[in-house]
């Protein structure tokens, strides 16, 4: 049986931080052992293993791999956006051993047959699990939960409408209902549908005020619009800030009012929901408020409003995201929810389009291959939150939530690990990325702490 030894590590897990070393063999964690293992030989002693492989982790932090509870890969049907062979290499290249892919692609995967056919093909690819998700609705129609019958929540453990919320409440007790029954988790994309269709609407009058102007709203530069520093009229830009705010006031009443009924429709139906990319103060109290009640909900905020508000970057506004980027006291919030256990996990929400989409402002930026750095920066970094606990936020505790084996540094789990170096300061370059998404609002931004390599046994 082959095996491996990792050793001269920071051992670092959302239980653990020492010096120390691990023995993989057959792909599982087989021994963990804590001590300044600095040179191979000694290492070799130690663990009594002349014929095992070594890897040299020259000083660096060896964490499990991460998780993401929320990522899309485009397949099937959009693959000038995103394919499983590009996203897969993302998320290696990003530090991540799991992912899970919502079904708002082209057709939309409703039927657990199809799902499982996609996991297939991403197991032929990649060492990297994939778990693909089945819409609430066949189809997106709103309205049929037929296919839910035939779920099996040990092959697919999440189902979701991603890109939209169920509008009938009385059609999203029935899927919730049925989630529980089969033990499958509800991730919910909490957007009231008819707010949501108001603020789509006056969006699009900002974007053609922008087309009007030959504005690209493609790149960015550090954080912002790039087409800010090529002197558009300001009285146009304004006129779009305006309505886009406008939108986003809107957006943020159909996401509280959303979280709270999906929230309540889950106690009543006695089922497991996640609630996807939290991004309002009023949303992530609601979760803790549930919480607190006992009700069986998981919610994640995603690295983008972690790191970006209305209050440091000004124009960040027109960095189109759904949900939009916040302002500094819904991103405080969040940051608090981290740190006081009321938020489970980081959910990147890797969203690519192509750059002739987001010129014309589709919604939603590459998210995997700068996930750890801007955590790290944000939270370890500004914020003093431990690399433990973002090791928990990024691995262990989604790891729970999906019932897999994975997420500690603990013999017997899988082995799925990341080598970071906490201390390299790097420049996000969207040109190096792995996915087809080049539109980051990352870009060109300083961060420090960076995943160096990913490693899948």
């Not at 070393?21 to 057959?26: D, M, P, S, W, Y």
């Not at 035939?150 to 007790?173: C, N, Q, T």
């Not at 009023?282 to 790191?307: F, Y």
């Not at 500004?382 to 084996?405: C, P, Y």
Request: hydrophobic share 40%.
């Amino acid at each position: 049986m082959e095996s491996t030894l990792i050793f001269n590590v920071r051992l670092v897990d959302s239980e653990m931080d020492a010096r120390g070393a691990v023995l993989v063999r057959g792909g599982k964690i087989d021994r963990v052992l804590r001590g300044d293992f600095l040179t191979e030989e000694a290492t070799r002693r130690a663990f009594d293993s002349a014929d095992a492989k070594s890897i040299d982790g020259r000083g660096l932090c060896l964490m499990p791999a991460f998780v993401d509870t929320h990522a899309h890969f485009r397949y099937p049907g959009q693959t000038q956006k995103e394919d499983l062979d590009s996203g897969l290499l993302a998320a290696e290249s990003g530090g991540f051993g799991t992912v899970v892919l919502m079904p708002n692609t082209s057709p939309v995967v409703s039927e657990p047959s199809e799902a499982e056919k996609i996991m297939e093909s991403a197991a032929q690819k990649s060492r990297v699990k994939a778990f693909q998700t089945v819409s609430l609705t066949r189809g997106f129609d709103g309205f049929d939960t037929s296919h839910l019958d035939a779920l099996d929540s040990k092959k697919i453990p999440v189902i979701s409408e991603d890109g939209r919320d169920v509008a009938s409440a009385s059609v999203m007790l029935c899927a919730m209902k049925k989630a529980t029954a089969c033990g499958a988790i509800v991730a919910c994309h909490s957007e009231d549908v008819d707010l949501a269709a108001e603020a789509k609407k006056i969006r699009g009058n900002a974007l053609s005020i922008l087309k009007s102007e030959g504005v690209n709203l493609g790149t960015y530069v550090r954080g912002n619009p790039a087409f800010l520093q090529n002197g558009i009229a300001s009285g146009k830009i304004e006129d779009a800030r305006a309505l886009f705010e406008k939108a986003h006031t809107l957006l943020a009443l159909a996401e509280d009012i959303a979280t709270e009924r999906n929230l309540s429709l889950a106690s009543f139906a006695k089922a497991k929901i996640h609630i996807c990319h939290c991004s309002t103060k009023k949303s992530i109290l609601a979760v803790k408020r549930a919480k607190e009640a006992g009700e069986r909900v998981s919610v994640e905020v995603t690295p983008h409003h972690l790191a970006l508000s209305l209050l440091h970057f000004p124009l960040s506004d027109l960095a189109l995201v759904n949900p939009p980027i916040r302002s500094e006291s819904d991103r405080a919030a969040l940051i608090e929810s981290l740190k006081n256990g009321t938020a489970d996990c980081i959910g990147t929400d890797h969203a690519p389009h192509t750059l002739l989409d987001k010129a014309a402002g589709a919604p939603g930026f590459p998210g995997l291959e700068t996930a750890f750095g801007v955590c790290h920066t944000v939270l370890c970094k500004n914020e003093g939150i431990s690399l433990s606990r973002l090791s928990a936020l990024m691995s262990a505790n989604a790891a729970k939530l999906l019932n897999v084996n994975e997420g500690r540094i603990v013999e017997g789990m899988d082995a799925k690990l990341v080598l970071v170096d906490e201390n390299e300061k790097w420049t996000v370059d969207s040109k190096t990325f792995k996915t087809k998404g080049r539109s980051s609002p990352f870009d060109g931004m300083k961060l420090t702490g960076r995943v160096k390599q990913t490693l899948l046994f």
